[in-house]
């Protein structure tokens, strides 16, 4: 049994592992995305079947960046941009497993990271999803599932935002460099074929 509050990670053949310590309603918040770019990624990387729920929606937890704690597999991660948007999206090359969502650079300080990667005791911590984005982009009935705005969303962030920044934590997040806030890893981004064989915008 884990530490109160720990979020556990691994990827699908467990290379990547690790936690997000403090992961609660009050000190992160849990959604559920169905955005066009995040149906696009788990398809081009084979893995829709682990990651998307049957309205194309991938659950996730947006916490503070200093929160995420890798114990094993650093060395794998590699990232994608799908599109010229600053989303940087981080997947496991060991095993095409998608991971978590960043800002281009730590200058923007947040980490999302993929539920669907996470132990079942930690994610029921979190109880219910604070709402749904990009619901229009879902397929099938989406009627019941509750809408979130992203001005909502980013209104809930920007105290989290404001915390890290004046406490220098955007400087431990170990998806970036603590100097230069640049990508332990180099991103590449899909080329529009690669996007429109995904499905992308």
């Not at 990827?11 to 995040?38: L, N, R, W």
């Not at 941009?81 to 999206?89: G, I, Y």
């Not at 200058?107 to 669907?116: E, G, Q």
């Not at 911590?125 to 619901?135: D, I, R, S, T, Y």
Request: glycine letters at 8%.
């Amino acid at each position: 049994m884990g530490a109160p509050n720990t979020l556990k990670f691994q990827c699908k053949c467990g290379t990547v592992t690790g936690t997000i310590e403090q992961a609660t309603p009050a000190e992160g918040d849990y959604v559920v995305c169905h955005c066009s770019d995040c149906q696009a990624v788990p398809r081009h990387l084979g893995a829709a079947e682990r990651i998307l729920d049957e309205h194309g929606g991938t659950a996730l937890y947006q916490s503070r960046c200093a929160r995420l704690k890798i114990a094993s597999g650093k060395d794998r991660l590699a990232g994608l941009h799908m599109t010229d948007k600053p989303t940087l999206r981080w997947y496991a090359t060991c095993c095409d497993t998608p991971m978590f969502n960043t800002y281009a650079t730590g200058k923007l300080p947040y980490v999302t990271t993929l539920l669907a990667n996470c132990d079942a005791e930690g994610r029921a911590a979190l109880g219910e999803p604070v709402g749904h984005l990009f619901l229009d982009d879902a397929p099938g009935d989406t009627s019941g599932l509750k809408p979130l705005s992203m001005n909502a969303l980013l209104r809930r962030f920007f105290k989290r935002l404001i915390k890290d920044l004046f406490s220098g934590d955007r400087r431990r997040n170990p998806l970036f460099d603590s100097k230069t806030l640049e990508p332990i890893a180099v991103p590449r981004r899909l080329t529009p074929a690669e996007r429109q064989a995904a499905g992308g915008t």
